[in-house]
């Protein structure tokens, strides 16, 4: 019995498993990277309580925060790399549907009320979120941030 004999009796192809074991690892990725992140802002946050001034952001810090998982995100291009050369891909096919004719009206309906308000909500929420990040004091920083970016850029700085 060779390894393509139970691949096959299990009703998983090489390619699958492949895709899985690719889209498990970036989830795993995603995930203690979110765990760093929180642990840099938290280690910040209690810094900043000590001494109010301090500069608690650095780049360092988030390099330090995120060296670990830099072996697991090397695997995981070395594995996209090597799918891409291999030339394995999803190939997109589901198990197909019957659709219906309220299937097809659905998807060729115009907006309605319910959509109307949820993209409204949603703009309206943007436009507070802006608008709180403007009061914090934070388009000042990006307004910093960019003037230095281009008179490094120019040759200026």
């Known amino acids: 019995m060779t390894r393509n004999d139970v691949f096959k009796g299990?009703?998983?192809s090489k390619k699958k498993l492949f895709?899985?074991?690719?889209?498990?690892?970036?989830?795993?990725l995603t995930v203690l990277m979110i765990a760093a992140a929180v642990g840099i802002y938290r280690e910040g946050a209690a810094i900043r309580a000590e001494q109010p001034l301090s500069w608690i952001y650095s780049r360092e810090k988030a390099a330090s925060g995120l060296a670990p998982l830099l072996p697991l995100f090397v695997v995981i291009?070395?594995?996209?790399?090597?799918?891409?050369?291999?030339g394995i891909r999803d190939d997109g096919k589901?198990?197909?549907?019957?659709?219906?004719m309220t299937d097809v009206k659905a998807?060729?309906?115009?907006p309605g009320a319910k959509d109307r308000v949820l993209r409204l909500?949603?703009?309206?929420?943007?436009?507070?979120?802006?608008?709180?990040?403007?009061?914090?004091g934070s388009a000042l920083d990006v307004l910093g941030k960019a003037i230095k970016i281009c008179t490094e850029c120019v040759g200026l700085g």
């Open 10 to 12: 299990a009703g998983v």
């Open 19 to 28: 895709l899985a074991v690719l889209s498990v690892l970036c989830a795993v």
């Open 77 to 86: 291009l070395v594995l996209t790399a090597a799918g891409l050369v291999l």
């Open 94 to 100: 589901r198990p197909a549907k019957s659709q219906t």
């Open 107 to 110: 998807k060729n309906r115009e």
């Open 121 to 136: 909500s949603l703009l309206v929420l943007a436009v507070l979120l802006i608008v709180a990040g403007v009061l914090n």
